[in-house]
């Protein structure tokens, strides 16, 4: 059973930035699908960054593409993702999920990840 715990949200005035962290427990996420997603109220979860570790490969949404990055720290079994230029639409809540099994591309469909943080709501005022 693997526990992902998110934190690093907060209030942020348009421009700003934040950097979320997704501590894993119970498995080593080294070479297993990690995904960011978010949502906002009304709206369904919508995925913002995947990696696949065992290939290298991160993939971005289209609206994120050059604000944000996600990373690692294998030591620290974490995940973070780095939000720069933050945009009022960028307000939801975020998770972090990781997959179950080892694979070769990004898994962008929430339905693909077995398991999920409890959400950092991230706020970005205008």
């Known amino acids: 059973q693997v526990q992902l715990v998110e934190s690093g949200g907060g209030l942020v005035q348009a421009g700003g930035s934040l950097r979320l962290s997704c501590a894993a427990s119970?498995?080593?996420?080294?070479?297993?699908?990690m995904g960011w997603f978010r949502q906002a109220p009304g709206n369904e979860r919508e995925f913002v960054a995947g990696?696949?570790?065992?290939?290298?490969?991160?993939y971005y949404v289209d609206s994120v593409k050059g604000r944000f990055t996600m990373s690692r720290d294998n030591a620290k079994n974490t995940v973070y993702l780095q939000m720069d230029s933050l945009k009022p639409e960028d307000t939801a809540v975020y998770y972090c999920?990781?997959?179950?099994?080892?694979?070769?591309?990004?898994?962008?469909?929430?339905?693909?990840?077995?398991?999920w943080g409890q959400g950092t709501q991230v706020t970005v005022s205008s």
């Open positions: 999920a990781a997959g179950d099994s080892v694979s070769l591309v990004v898994l962008t469909a929430a339905r693909r990840y077995d398991y």
């Open positions: 990696s696949s570790w065992s290939s290298g490969s991160l």
């Open positions: 119970g498995r080593t996420i080294r070479n297993y699908p």
